[in-house]
């Protein structure tokens, strides 16, 4: 079976390597992250490590290593390898082919009612990229058939994006959000790859933490340029 799904493909130059494990893939850290690296013909030694904290920052990265405090990571430095780990949050992988500028953030509900990806946007804009030129695309995450939240976090979102679930509760399209925001950072619309695959429903496929609480394990995803 494949331990990992390569996403390269997706974006429009032969030189962008990116990927996610598959929950057959070893959930081992660090070592998972260096493994996927030489996976997808990157260099682990290069792999920029966020701690991740559920938050809304975003860090331009010029060198490897461990990045405090921040669930997004953006650079124009093509020796990088960036990575996160997710299990439902929504991992977007952002790439300007012209000014090879390129990011990778890790979007729960949190970041983006915080601004996540309008902070991951601007900060490609601040080291030379323009939205109009981003690639994005949304990896397997959490969706509306099974993201379901109380009343505190509902209304934090339009309720365009809301239907009912039992009970009352809420079912939110975090991607359609996130999507939305997006062009209104000005990526247009044709741009915007959206993997449609639910982490939750997929059992044999993906980790989820909604699924299977502390037990969940994690994905690796990738972002690199092979230069």
Same mark, same amino acid.
């Given at each position: 079976?494949?331990?990992?799904?390569?996403?390269?493909?997706?974006?429009?130059? !032969?030189?962008?390597?990116?990927?996610?494990?598959?929950?057959?893939?070893?959930?081992?850290?660090?070592?998972?992250?260096?493994?996927?690296?030489?996976?997808?013909?990157?260099?682990?030694? =290069?792999?920029?490590?966020?701690?991740?904290?559920?938050?809304?920052?975003?860090?331009?990265?010029?060198?490897?290593?461990?990045?405090?405090?921040?669930?997004?990571?953006?650079?124009?430095? =093509?020796?990088?390898?960036?990575?996160?780990?997710?299990?439902?949050?929504?991992?977007?992988?952002?790439?300007?082919?012209?000014?090879?500028?390129?990011?990778?953030? !890790?979007?729960?509900?949190?970041?983006?009612?915080?601004?996540?990806?309008?902070?991951? %946007?601007?900060?490609?804009?601040?080291?030379? +990229?323009?939205?109009?030129?981003?690639?994005?695309?949304?990896?397997?995450?959490?969706?509306? &058939? &099974?993201?379901?939240?109380?009343?505190?976090?509902?209304?934090?979102?339009?309720?365009?994006?809301?239907?009912?679930?039992?009970?009352?509760?809420?079912?939110?399209?975090? =991607?359609?959000?996130?999507?939305?925001?997006?062009?209104?950072?000005?990526?247009?619309?044709?741009?915007? %790859?959206?993997?449609?695959?639910?982490? &939750? &429903?997929?059992?044999?496929?993906?980790? +989820?933490?909604?699924?299977?609480?502390?037990?969940?394990?994690?994905?690796?995803?990738?972002?690199?340029?092979?230069?």
């Amino acid at each position: 079976m494949r331990q990992y799904s390569d996403f390269s493909p997706f974006f429009p130059s !032969h030189d962008i390597k990116a990927g996610i494990s598959l929950k057959p893939f070893p959930y081992f850290p660090p070592e998972d992250r260096k493994r996927l690296a030489i996976s997808l013909e990157l260099d682990p030694k =290069q792999l920029v490590i966020p701690s991740q904290v559920h938050s809304d920052n975003v860090t331009i990265c010029t060198k490897p290593g461990v990045k405090k405090n921040t669930d997004g990571i953006v650079t124009n430095k =093509q020796d990088l390898v960036l990575s996160i780990q997710v299990a439902d949050c929504i991992p977007i992988f952002l790439v300007d082919p012209v000014e090879k500028v390129f990011g990778i953030i !890790h979007a729960g509900w949190r970041g983006v009612v915080g601004g996540i990806i309008q902070r991951g %946007v601007y900060a490609t804009i601040q080291i030379g +990229s323009d939205p109009k030129n981003l690639n994005v695309l949304l990896g397997p995450s959490i969706r509306q &058939c &099974c993201f379901e939240v109380g009343p505190d976090v509902a209304r934090q979102f339009d309720s365009s994006y809301i239907t009912r679930g039992i009970n009352g509760r809420s079912m939110v399209d975090l =991607q359609s959000i996130v999507t939305y925001q997006l062009e209104k950072l000005g990526v247009k619309n044709k741009k915007i %790859v959206d993997l449609k695959e639910c982490t &939750c &429903c997929q059992e044999k496929r993906y980790h +989820s933490f909604r699924r299977d609480g502390k037990d969940a394990g994690r994905m690796i995803a990738i972002l690199g340029w092979n230069y």
